[in-house]
């Protein structure tokens, strides 16, 4: 695998030019070899939801090479790393299928306010971001993904202010040196507040000039191979902040490059009645008639949902990104994940901006979309294994890569977390999987992303920590003297 095929088509050209350093990303090959793991619990997340109390997992490579019970097979050649995981649980790494980056510099504002009155607090401060301080945000918001047991990510990046620099590619060479799998965002607004949206004028770019835009971030940066680390998506922010022309055109463009689509859609009431008073219509009715339903297309919150919106979702495969903090921290309202899990929507989790979600963490998640589930539906509304299943095979689902990850089976990438479940904050549980999604946070004893390590012992492997913290408080500090 050669270098700029495994972090995107020019990865060290634009990376190098976009935060203001020549040192380009690290190499990405996969590990050599073979790293064994033994002595585990195995929470596999297959079809079957098959599990091991005492298992072993075989990684050759960026692979997988054997999910099983006991100990691994004898005369394995190669092994450059043998782990005794007496007492973790090892699961699929957990994928983010929402966030916005950029927010991890503007956390802790607005701190009680709705959707609409914190956008309209924060939109003019965001109107001032640069490349730079995206590296620094990027680095931040993956620090925490990462720490959290997070090996896939996304991110809706949506504000390209005229002056910003390479906003994308920044985000791309900070994700490539922390080492972990990415899936950004083109994002994009057209609609001002003078043509009755909700973001200031000076937020939005032209519409022509976003589709632009977006073509050529697919062009510079998406690999579709079975391994890729990037792949690009086209994303239009949400339907008060586009045009209907944004939305068909990016629709057009991302069919015609075979990439997928995302976006913000039934988030809140307020989101619904502009839609009502501006296309007569509701939400997802209104993105249906832009040509937004399919199995290439996942919106975040889905929060505000009918019965019929439930059966469009379900019908097209349209996948949804569930944020349950981000849903309690603006008081938007609970999803109705398990009607739609039961209907067949694709459903994973989401941490969404940081602006909204300050602890960045996507392993609370599950905790808390199974408690937020519950608070809706009773008791039964969902179990500690389903929450698991949708931050793992479930996110995979929805950005497009069941086939590679999600789950511990072999032939899949090798994209793991090991969570240690006998210290002082959960031996004694019964049941490992009870204790990672309803106990404490569970310390990270090590995640590979593509064979590779990237956290140990609960810190990040290839980046220095400190040096990431410095950077977030320089780039935060600047935005807000801007
Ligand atoms: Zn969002």
Redesign the pocket.
Known sequence: MSVGKSIGKSARNAAESAAGTSAGPPVDAPAPGRIVIENCAIATVDARDTEHAFGHIVIAGNRIESVGAGAAPAGLEDVVRRIDGTGHLVTPGLVNT???FYQWITRGLAQECNLFDWLVTLYPTWAKIDDEMCYAAAQGSAAALLRSGCTTSTD?AYVFPKDGGDILGAEIRALAELGMRFQPTRGSMDLGRSQGGLPPDACVEDTDAALAATAEAIDTWHDASFDSMVRITAAPCSPFSVTPQLLGGAAELARAKGVRLHT?GS?TVEEEAFCHEKFGMGPTDYLESVGWLGEDVWM??CVHMNDSDITKFAATGTGVAH?PS?NARLAAGIARVPEMVAAGVPVGL?V??TA?NESGELGTELRNALLIARLRGGPAAMTARQSLRLGTMGGAKVLGREREIGSLEPGKLADLAMWRVDGVLHSGIVDPVAALVLGAAAPLTLLLVNGREVVEQGHLSRVDEEEIARNVAHAAARLRAE
């Open positions: 929402h966030h916005h809706h913000h988030e975040a919150h944020c981000s989401g969404d901006g909204s």
